[in-house]
């Protein structure tokens, strides 16, 4: 199976390698994640082999030897480049985005740095230590504390007014000031909550449309993006044209900028009374989630791709960006 440079032609059925699990915050999301991409894979025709990741990953798939990885896992070491740098360095086909690109997307102060000045508006804000929480606001209240390197909303409070936590917060009070030594402030955008998907292929980059996040009570976090009937999915989102436009518009420049690879996800907060200029981008997530629940598949599925020939098309990508990179070097 192959062409003359020894890779796998787009029309080969290949062995794939589905790492998945890990140790992260989001491992069971990503078990679901990695195993429904496994079996839309398989229902294609391809031959697969389930990884959880574990510290051994690098013999599991140098033992296996697949035509290509896909990196269905999600936070750190996931998604941060560290296991991007070991399939490098492996020289295995992975898809999703490389090393620098993941590096820079799961810290939310360098996405911010790399995107803003590029005309991707995002909200202002500063690293803070959590000590300092409990001397002073960072920000006026009303005010967002998030990790800097985590995803999926893991570990994210909105700080307002009556809070329960106290004014200044309250050492013992639950939050994220108690799992993490640094947390990123930034001020509080009301408003609604939209994202929207890119996808890579032959033929180009592309937004494959905007969805609105309606949640009855606090805001999309863990909790509700994966668990069912917690958050109302509106595909396409009801929202004047020119919204959408930049939407779709932003979510393409920042997966350009960055770098990003088969896939990425760009998430907003939309103040509609203030129009154009209420739209913000909270964080562009560059292995967003392919469960039941997850908006790629969803807006793919409205945009006429099924999941399956979703999870065909993300491989694909990275079988050609790999030969691209392989010719590349021999030239």
């Not at 004014?167 to 000031?177: C, F």
């Not at 009801?238 to 436009?245: C, G, Q, T, V, Y």
């Amino acid at each position: 199976m192959g062409n003359s440079a020894g890779r796998p032609a787009v029309t080969d059925k290949l062995h794939i390698a589905v790492l998945m699990g890990g140790w992260a915050n989001e491992r069971e999301v990503s078990l679901m994640s990695g195993n429904g991409v496994a079996d839309a894979l398989e229902s294609r025709g391809h031959r697969i082999t389930r990884i959880d990741m574990d510290r051994d990953v690098a013999a599991r798939i140098a033992e296996a030897a697949p035509d290509v990885v896909f990196n269905a896992l999600h936070g750190v070491p996931g998604e941060d480049g560290t296991v991007q740098g070991m399939l490098e360095l492996m020289d295995v086909p992975y898809t999703h985005s490389g090393v620098a690109t993941s590096v820079i997307a799961i810290d939310k102060q360098l996405t911010k740095q790399a995107l803003v000045p590029h005309g991707v508006p995002m909200p202002g804000g500063r690293i803070v230590k959590s000590e300092e929480l409990f001397e002073r606001d960072p920000l006026p209240r009303p005010y967002v504390l998030k990790p800097v390197n985590e995803g999926s909303s893991v570990g994210v409070a909105i700080v307002t007014e009556d809070s329960n936590v106290g004014n200044p917060i309250v050492r013992g009070a639950a939050g994220p000031w108690q799992e993490f030594a640094e947390l990123l402030a930034e001020p509080f955008i009301k408003g609604r909550e939209l994202t929207t998907a890119v996808i890579d292929s032959a033929h180009g980059t592309r937004a494959l449309g905007v969805t609105e996040l309606i949640i009855e009570h606090g805001f999309y976090d863990y909790e509700h993006k994966y668990t069912e009937g917690r958050t109302q999915h509106v595909c396409p989102a009801d929202i004047p044209s020119e919204i959408a436009a930049l939407c779709e518009e932003y979510a393409i420049r920042a997966h350009k900028v960055l770098g990003c690879r088969g896939t990425s996800r760009t998430d907003y907060r939309w103040d509609e009374e203030a129009g154009e200029d209420g739209l913000f981008v909270l964080e562009t997530n560059t292995q967003p989630g392919m469960t039941p629940l997850s908006l790629v598949p969803e807006q793919a599925k409205h945009a006429g791709i099924e999941y399956p020939e979703l999870c065909e098309m993300i491989v694909l990508e990275a079988l050609r960006v790999h030969g691209k990179k392989t010719e590349d070097a021999d030239g």
